[in-house]
């Protein structure tokens, strides 16, 4: 497959032939254009956690491009090695930031990972945890459920000794789910239907409450609607609303996607604001347009903001001093899906006290990238190495990220390295200020929240 890029494509696109799909079908095939507009300079090769981690060209964006367009052009077919490049990419879209001719490459890996689930037989560990997954994270109560046994694993002691019998490392990726889990506490209180704005009105946000956030870190979400409503914003939580589809999208489950981003966009409607404090869900909610291809979906995209946008331009206040060393780890999807990089950082220098310190390779993946973790543990493992490693040598207390996988991800990979850093949302930092006190590890949040 490699001497793929030693033959040129043919001068004139085949593609171009109404009703040429090569290996793909007519559900959704990977855009033409998009692939056509990759002019194969290298930009993104340094830029591609693949490609750093593996060195293979087929790895990194401009080898997996042109495997797309081999397929779409019928050269190759969806074999073995063009799936297993594919699953390799963590769909980071740091290619995207770096891509001086704006290749949609994460567009064109949706549809290209549809293609290959509803084509291409897949072994049974993985259709497994592709139903865990899309069977329970994004729905409530089914998580809420499993976090409830998840509880009961953890307290009645039988984690410990499933920790020390080592017993799951013989299923690597059964172990790096367990690994994840983190000390869950009581089931948390749903945030009000309704938060009224403080002072001078800025407005309504409808908060997107998703899954993982809402009952791994409701912390977060307190947090984000209090800021919001000190700031002047009236922050609605609408019942009807679910989880945003972003790991239907990463897993090649279009269909579902769009059922989920149907209930979303009749139930977000009406508001100035759709604010999200996750990174996945903010650039899942801006990609409604796209997959659903309507005014109302469109609406939503365009009214959707990351929380640390509105906190950055409107600060709520007084803020008290906080003296911590901070670093700040750049999501994927909000640095590179979404082009926010500014606002978590003005957000931080706001707090006075608090020292930012930068974050080499900041916005490289960390390994996490919805599902990845589970699906690749040694390249995520890898990505996790290296991100812990500029961590220790940044010296910080905390690090700051936005999003819960990475939240996640970096909590387990620091305790189990056993480095003091501690891992918090933005805006749990900005509250801690304006309630003049840090919290101990484990210590729940301020009764103003």
Wanted: hydrophobic share 45%; proline share 8%.
């Amino acid at each position: 497959m490699a001497d793929l890029l030693t033959t040129p494509p043919p001068a004139a696109a085949p593609r171009a032939t109404p009703g040429f799909l090569g290996a793909f079908d007519a559900q959704e095939p990977p855009d033409w254009e998009g692939i056509v507009d990759c002019v194969h300079c290298g930009i993104c090769l340094p830029q591609c956690p693949t490609y750093q981690v593996l060195g293979q060209e087929m790895d990194s964006p401009r080898g997996r491009v042109y495997l797309i367009r081999a397929a779409a052009e019928g050269r190759i077919g969806l074999t073995a090695n063009f799936v297993t490049h594919m699953d390799r990419c963590l769909g980071c879209r740091a290619c995207e930031s770096a891509c001086p001719s704006g290749v949609p490459f994460g567009r064109l890996l949706e549809a290209v990972r549809g293609q290959i689930e509803r084509k291409v037989p897949r072994p049974f560990g993985r259709r497994l945890i592709g139903r865990l997954v899309l069977g329970t994270f994004p729905d409530r109560r089914r998580l809420g459920r499993a976090l409830g046994l998840l509880r009961l694993y953890q307290r009645s002691g039988l984690q410990g000794l499933i920790r020390a019998s080592r017993v799951l490392r013989a299923v690597p990726r059964l172990d790096a789910m367990e690994r994840l889990l983190p000390a869950l506490g009581t089931m948390p209180v749903a945030l009000p239907a309704r938060l009224e704005g403080e002072g001078a009105s800025r407005g309504t946000v409808a908060l997107l409450a998703g899954c993982v956030q809402a009952l791994l870190f409701p912390e977060v979400h307190r947090a984000t609607a209090w800021l919001l409503a000190r700031a002047g914003y009236t922050v609605l939580v609408p019942p009807a609303q679910g989880c945003c589809g972003a790991l239907h999208l990463h897993w090649g489950d279009r269909e579902g996607a769009r059922r989920l981003a149907r209930a979303n966009v009749a139930a977000l409607a009406g508001a100035d604001f759709v604010v999200t404090n996750a990174a996945g869900c903010g650039a899942a909610l801006r990609e409604y347009g796209h997959l659903l291809g309507d005014g109302a979906a469109a609406d939503v995209a365009a009214r959707a903001r990351d929380v640390s946008e509105l906190l950055a331009e409107h600060l709520p206040g007084p803020r008290q001093p906080l003296p911590l060393a901070v670093t700040y780890h750049e999501p994927c999807h909000l640095a590179h899906g979404q082009r926010v990089r500014e606002a978590p950082r003005a957000l931080l220098r706001a707090i006075p006290g608090l020292r930012l310190v930068e974050l080499r390779d900041a916005d490289v993946c960390c390994g996490s990238a919805g599902v990845y973790n589970l699906l690749e543990p040694a390249i995520a493992g890898e990505l996790l190495a290296r991100k812990l490693e500029r961590i220790a040598q940044s010296g910080a207390d905390i690090v700051a990220t936005g999003n819960p996988g990475c939240l996640l991800q970096l909590r387990m990979g620091l305790g189990a390295r056993g480095l003091p850093v501690r891992v918090h949302h933005p805006v749990e930092l900005l509250a801690w200020s304006l309630e003049g006190r840090v919290p101990s590890a484990g210590e729940p949040p301020a009764s103003g929240r």
